[in-house]
């Protein structure tokens, strides 16, 4: 399975950007797909997930209520939508995939097999 991540760039704060994720290979739509973020100097870190199906979601508090995860009609495409962005929501994110058997374990990168490369997200004051 490959993973290619797209939509960062830079955006004020308080605007909105829209994250893609698309895999390749029938295999994905058996994945769980998670969204990760790692800004300079800290430890990557959980954003969001959603299971195969798409009825199931989880989310780090620090973006409940801003971010929405979803997952195309194919389950090969994963979408997040960032909005009220903060200069703290300033990171690379990266997409994932894996196989996982519980909401709460999406929020664990060491249950991702695949991951995409990443796209840099900015926003300033």
């Known amino acids: 399975v490959q993973l290619q991540a797209s939509g960062g760039g830079l955006v004020q704060a308080g605007g909105y950007l829209r994250l893609s994720c698309a895999a390749s290979g029938r295999a994905a739509i058996s994945y769980e797909m998670g969204w990760f973020r790692q800004a300079p100097g800290k430890e990557r870190e959980f954003v969001a997930a959603i299971s195969r199906s798409g009825s199931s979601t989880n989310y780090a508090d620090s973006v409940k209520g801003r971010f929405t995860i979803s997952r195309g009609n194919a389950k090969n495409t994963v979408t997040l939508q960032m909005n009220s962005l903060k200069p703290d929501d300033t990171a690379v994110y990266y997409c994932?995939?894996?196989?996982?058997?519980?909401?709460?374990?999406?929020?664990?990168?060491?249950?991702?097999?695949?991951w995409g490369q990443g796209t840099l997200v900015t926003v300033s004051s």
């Open positions: 994932a995939a894996g196989s996982i058997s519980t909401s709460q374990a999406m929020a664990f990168p060491r249950e991702y097999r695949y």
